[in-house]
């Protein structure tokens, strides 16, 4: 072989074996560094821990929202418990004051508050629509019998507002809770539905007769009244004589009932917003208590 040839053999050997020992270091490289990643499969790595970070921060947001929820309906609860808790104790309070007829000055003071709220959130209306589509249900599910003596009774003082002290007991507040416009409220509420309630029967062919606390001598200026607030077509109006004026209204209203009875009426149901009209002797089949928040009866 020549010189010429024999150089380029040794260079061609030495080449080889530096191509080698490169090898050798790489691979050492590659297994030195754990795993080789193709810059696809770094691409689908970093989008799943990508993903994966997402995910966690929604479920922590989540989290942080239902945590802020269930402490929102706890405080509400506790907000909303202490009012509850007045409106019973003056539910009680309402109903043992009408059955032993105290005075309206002995009503706790956070009961006058309470009224006043009673009627400013609109359960008043509420509950009067609720009794009066009662009373109208049980009314249209019956009719009057051909014997002529079938009679409803309605309290009419809920219209002429007999007890002036109970809605003065509230009016006289100062007006700080705007109770002046809370009584205007209640009673043209009442004297809406009361009115609604009383045409319906009418239309229905039930005799209605309406009883008073009032004394005889301020029947025309009643009747006057009745008329003006669109009272028609009663069978008759029931006031109190002299001889009646120093009688327990519950008696007294005992005494208008017996005497019909006597005279062969048959009292289909009696309806008013106080108890001394639904309570005592000869009530007839059925009784009809209206909510009333000048007696603080919820």
């Known amino acids: 072989m020549s010189a010429y040839g024999h150089q380029m053999e040794q260079q061609y050997s030495a080449h080889s074996l530096s191509s080698r020992g490169s090898g050798r270091r790489q691979s050492s490289y590659v297994m030195d560094s754990g795993f080789y990643m193709s810059s696809f499969a770094s691409t689908i790595f970093i989008g799943a821990l990508v993903t994966v970070g997402v995910i966690l921060i929604t479920l922590l947001i989540a989290l942080t929202v239902m945590l802020q929820s269930c402490q929102s309906r706890s405080h509400g609860v506790i907000e909303i418990e202490k009012p509850s808790y007045d409106y019973n104790y003056c539910q009680i309070v309402s109903l043992h004051v009408e059955l032993n007829k ?14 006043l709220q009673y009627i400013k959130e609109g359960q008043y209306a509420r509950d009067l629509n609720s009794t009066m589509w009662m009373i109208q249900n049980y009314f249209s599910s019956i009719t009057p019998k051909r014997d002529g003596v079938d009679v409803v009774l309605m309290d009419i003082d809920d219209i002429l507002s007999s007890n002036p002290q109970y809605i003065k007991l509230l009016a006289d507040q100062d007006d700080q809770y705007g109770s002046r416009d809370c009584v205007e409220e209640a009673k043209q509420l009442k004297h809406v539905f009361i009115l609604r309630l009383y045409m319906k029967l009418h239309a229905s062919r ?42 327990d209204s519950c008696d007294y209203f005992s005494k208008q009932r017996a005497a019909m009875q006597r005279k062969g009426l048959r009292i289909i149901g009696t309806i008013s917003s106080h108890m001394d009209a639904l309570t005592g002797t000869s009530l007839g089949e059925r009784i009809f208590k209206l909510p009333n928040p000048i007696y603080y009866s919820f």
């Open 102 to 115: 105290v005075e309206a000055d002995h009503f706790p003071s956070i009961c006058r508050v309470v009224a």
């Open 206 to 247: 039930w005799p209605l007769i309406l009883l008073s606390r009032k004394p005889e001598t301020q029947r025309n200026s009643s009747i006057d009244y009745l008329i003006s607030a669109g009272f028609r077509a009663w069978s008759s109006l029931i006031m109190r004589f002299e001889d009646d004026l120093q009688m």
